[in-house]
């Protein structure tokens, strides 16, 4: 167990409203990441952070924010929900790597968004 | 653009049986990664390879990365139905801290 928690697992919201999901860790992890999941397109990067306050955009950044005001938080915000953004959403952190060895990254289970 | 192509994108096959699954790019990588997606779940890591033309054993999962280091391979020997999943390669990069991933094999092993 990673420790990561996704919230919420499932929702159902309507085109236009926002939309903010939420990703915690108990493991003080430097970097966490958000994807999204679509068939056919494998993980795809949204957002990511490098501590807190520290972040950078994904390939596929557009209609997103993020914001990490705690090392343990990191949220993922549509100011406006689209249908094509509905998706499966994942968080991840980054476990500690070795030399030329990168860290092995750890997922929460998943946040299930489907925009009407 | 980085691109890695996996294939079969989908393979059902029966119990016992052996396969492989693939993953390639034009690209050179410094590691690839394999996960194993298991429905309503994350991704899980199975191996890292960092070495061209290195190969590793996990019980009867065998990966091995290229010589070049831009192609993967990953083969199950007499697949059993807890093999079942979604297969992912990630490639990573010396230059940054971002994994490049493949759209990912379905594979059901089918009693």
């Known amino acids: 167990d990673a420790g990561i928690t996704q919230s919420p697992r499932h929702k159902v919201t309507e085109t236009g409203t926002p939309v903010t999901l939420r990703c915690h860790q108990t493991e003080n992890h430097r970097y966490m990441y958000w994807y999204r999941q679509d068939p056919g397109h494998g993980l795809r990067l949204i957002h990511y952070?490098?501590?807190?306050?520290?972040?950078d955009k994904g390939e596929v950044s557009d209609g997103y924010s993020v914001s990490r005001s705690k090392t343990e938080d990191f949220l993922l915000t549509l100011e406006s929900a689209t249908s094509s953004q509905t998706s499966v959403y994942f968080c991840?952190?980054?476990?500690?790597?070795?030399?030329?060895?990168?860290?092995?990254?750890?997922f929460g289970e998943g946040s299930r968004l489907t925009v009407l | 653009t980085q691109l890695l192509e996996q294939s079969p994108q989908f393979l059902s096959i029966q119990e016992g049986e052996n396969l492989t699954v693939y993953c390639n790019s034009s690209?050179?990588?410094?590691?690839l990664q394999w996960y194993r997606q298991e429905p309503g779940e994350g991704p899980v890591l199975l191996v890292t390879?960092?070495?061209g033309g290195e190969v590793k054993k996990l019980k009867r999962l065998t990966f091995q990365f290229g010589d070049a280091r831009k192609d993967s391979s990953l083969h199950i020997t007499a697949a059993q139905p807890g093999d079942t999943g979604l297969y992912l390669c990630a490639g990573g990069m010396d230059s940054n801290y971002q994994l490049i991933w493949g759209a990912g094999t379905k594979l059901i092993i089918k009693p």
């Open positions: 991840a952190i980054k476990g500690q790597g070795a030399r030329r060895i990168p860290g092995e990254l750890f």
């Open positions: 952070s490098y501590g807190v306050k520290d972040t």
């Open positions: 390879v960092v070495t």
């Open positions: 690209s050179v990588f410094s590691s």
